[in-house]
Structures are given as C-alpha cells and as structure tokens.
C-alpha cells in the first residue's frame, strides 16, 4: 500500500530565510507527487506536481521540489520564504491516472517569523 | 463562479439534528470527492463520485449519507452525529477520464462542522 510521510509536524524559519518542508513516500512504482498548501480557514491549493520527466519541477509562489528516486523523497524549497507563506503543506502521493488513490500526508504546519 | 463551492462554511448541530453539507463545482470535471480532515490527521477520503456513479465508500458510517444527482453537485447528509465527527469536510472535483486523467484533485474551502 502506498504511503507518504512528512516528519516535521511544525517547523518555523525567519522571513527571507530559505525553506525545505520533507516528504518521503512509499509506492510500487513511479507515482504522481504533489505538494498541496493550507492557509487557515482555506481549502489545499495545489503547489507542484511531478509526474514524470526533469526531476526539480517549478510551482506556484516560487516553490521548488525536487524528486529523488533513490531515496523515495519529494522535498519542497522555496529560497526565500515570505510572510505570506505561513500555513500548512500537504505532500501527496498517488497512482497514475487516479485522484481516486491520491494518499495525502499528515501535514506540515509553517511558522514565519518577521 | 469559478471553481469548488462549499456550503454553508460553517455548521453548528445537536446529536440528533439532520443537516446537508453542499458542494458544486465549475470547472467541468466529471469526478468529485467528500475528504474529511480532522486536527492532527491525515486527510480521510470518504466517497468518490465519477460520472454521478459511487465508486469508494471507505468505511464510512451510515450517519453520513452522500448524493450526487449532476456531475456539477454534490450534497453529505448528515443524521444523528456523534461530537467526533466534528471536522473540515473538503469537497474536490478531478477530472477522471483514463490516461488524460492527471490525479490532480480542486478543492472547496471546506464546512467547518461542530458537533454538539
């Protein structure tokens, strides 16, 4: 069964500092990666996806993930964090060509300092 | 409007109250989903609906009850809950159509439920 993991429930970093939010996952195959954002009170906005192809793939807001094989990860960086990227992030991981069997992480929650 | 709505954003109800959550989307897709989210776990999908057809019920208990006439609508109804099944519920929409389907789900903002 296919399975993600974020170890951090709760990391904070100062304003313009750099950001790198884990996820490790577990699936058979070559999955389809996601990264989902949580501001308060809002529903996920898709951040990234990866399904095939360049390995480091460009989102929204200026995120970055990189995809690594070898040790089943899909970490997302932004270089410069903003205040207004507090909120939670969601990695996902699931089958290709089914949202049905998307499997989502517990989350973790940003705190950015000014 | 573009996108998924959900209504209403917030609900408060007794145990033994019957309430409806709602949920529409306008983006075309022919797949949506109820996910219930609850503080500290992992998003629970609990049904999914392509082409107006159920196609999982995880476990669900019968106290929820989903309805999707249109591809466009999808309704929970909710009977004689129990205070843990206070929650976010998150409505999202795909579109699930083989191997142009890309896994990726559209979200509601979700109703804030509170059992009482």
């Known amino acids: 069964a296919q399975s993600v993991t974020q170890p951090d429930i709760h990391i904070t970093v100062s304003e313009g500092a750099s950001l790198e939010l884990r996820c490790n996952y577990s699936?058979?195959?070559?999955?389809?990666l996601f990264w989902y954002v949580q501001s308060p009170g809002q529903g996920l906005q898709l951040l990234l996806k990866?399904?095939?192809?360049?390995?480091l793939v460009q989102g929204i807001k200026g995120f970055e993930a990189e995809f690594k094989r070898s040790q089943s990860s899909f970490n997302l960086r932004k270089p410069s964090v903003h205040w207004s990227d507090a909120a939670e992030y969601f990695c996902?991981?699931?089958?290709?060509?089914?949202?049905?069997?998307?499997?989502f992480g517990s989350g973790t929650q940003l705190t950015v300092l000014p | 409007e573009t996108g998924v709505t959900q209504t209403p954003r917030h609900l408060v109800m007794g145990m033994t109250n019957k309430k409806s959550l709602k949920c529409e989307q306008h983006?075309?897709?022919?797949?949506m989903y109820w996910y219930k989210q609850s503080a500290k776990k992992p998003l629970e999908l609990m049904f999914v609906?392509?082409?107006?057809?159920?196609?999982e019920n995880n476990s669900v208990p019968s106290r929820f009850s989903p309805e999707c006439p249109n591809s466009s609508h999808l309704f929970l109804h909710l009977h004689t809950l129990q205070p843990e099944d206070s929650a976010l519920y998150l409505c999202?929409?795909?579109?699930?159509?083989?191997?142009?389907?890309?896994?990726?789900?559209?979200f509601g903002e979700g109703s804030r439920l509170t059992v009482l």
């Open positions: 699936y058979g195959a070559t999955p389809y």
């Open positions: 999202a929409s795909s579109q699930d159509s083989g191997t142009t389907n890309t896994g990726e789900l559209f």
């Open positions: 609906y392509s082409l107006e057809e159920r196609v």
């Open positions: 983006l075309g897709h022919n797949a």
């Open positions: 996902a991981v699931g089958a290709p060509g089914s949202a049905r069997q998307l499997t």
């Open positions: 990866y399904f095939s192809g360049d390995t």
